[in-house]
């Protein structure tokens, strides 16, 4: 392989006018230097970072909110796409809220979750598995700061500015049907009214996956961050909660804890969100090293 043939000889001045002799080579095989490049399935913090950069600079605070609900408290895409407003509601615990993660007819396929069971008919809104909270069952729970909670209502309430509503008779009219979302707890609302939380720009009606997908593509776009087109195994979205997870366990979470974290029905389904890529496999073989040596050091002074 490291084998070669000369293909050539120069003749040149050298320092002090010394004749200067040159061969040219090359390997009789064709010998490449491969550069690696694995596709990362979950964001890293100078990624999160240079991606929040980007939403201050051109985007607002419907992007910065949908991202922080995947990156920083594992949602799935569907579950954000698939809050309403009934769906925040205050902890026992102060300072604190919950978001309350359920299926309703009203949902679009794309706004469904994951982990719990999807209503066949309005009247099973009242059955009691409906109402009752857990792996499979009729919601889950995911525990927000306040300050979470309150940039989600500052979203609502810039979305839904009066001022705004009154140049649009259509986005009006789009937010009042479509954006309407199925009543199913008690939570006081406004008119008692329930809407989806998240809204596309244009038209007023719920922002879809296709549409994020493609506000998103703009924003990894812009931070550096490479889209890999072709397979939706590295999903744009779910690399958030990838990386939720990875981070988690990067700070010593345990499996159990993680599953619980990512409300899972088992520890085994959690594993898959185990993804190193190169830099993280590096950082490793490092920190192994590392405690290797320390570990010979005091063995060697004892």
């Not at 004749?19 to 596709?39: H, I, L, M, P």
């Not at 001022?163 to 937010?175: F, T, V």
């Not at 703009?218 to 990386?243: C, P, Q, W, Y």
């Amino acid at each position: 392989m490291f084998e070669t043939i000369t293909i050539g000889t120069t003749i040149g001045n050298g320092f002090f006018a010394h004749a200067n002799r040159g061969t040219q080579e090359r390997y009789k095989a064709n010998k490449k230097v491969f550069k690696q490049q694995s596709v990362p399935k979950y964001i890293k913090p100078y990624q999160y970072e240079r991606i929040m950069d980007v939403i201050e600079k051109s985007y607002g605070i419907r992007e910065k909110v949908i991202i922080d609900l995947m990156y920083n408290y594992g949602l799935r895409i569907g579950e954000v796409l698939g809050l309403t407003f009934e769906d925040i509601v205050p902890s026992y615990k102060e300072g604190y809220y919950n978001l309350i993660i359920r299926d309703r007819m009203s949902d679009k396929p794309t706004q469904r979750a994951k982990g719990v069971i999807t209503p066949t008919s309005k009247d099973e809104y009242n059955d009691a598995w409906y109402r009752e909270q857990g792996n499979h069952l009729g919601y889950q729970t995911v525990l927000i700061e306040e300050e979470m909670a309150e940039l989600i209502q500052e979203y609502i309430d810039e979305s839904r500015d009066d001022i705004l509503l009154s140049k649009s008779s259509i986005k009006r009219e789009n937010l009042k049907n479509i954006a309407k979302a199925d009543r199913v707890s008690m939570t006081p609302l406004v008119n008692n009214e329930n809407q989806y939380i998240f809204l596309n720009h244009q038209h007023y009606t719920p922002i879809t996956q296709a549409g994020w997908g493609y506000v998103l593509r703009g924003i990894f776009k812009e931070a550096g961050i490479h889209v890999d087109i072709g397979s939706k195994s590295t999903n744009l979205s779910h690399r958030f909660r990838h990386a939720f997870a990875m981070n988690r366990v990067k700070n010593g979470m345990q499996i159990l804890e993680l599953q619980k974290e990512l409300r899972h029905a088992s520890p085994k389904s959690c594993e898959a969100y185990y993804n190193p890529d190169d830099e993280d496999k590096v950082e490793l073989l490092r920190k192994n090293n590392e405690r290797y040596k320390e570990t010979y050091d005091k063995d060697k002074n004892k």
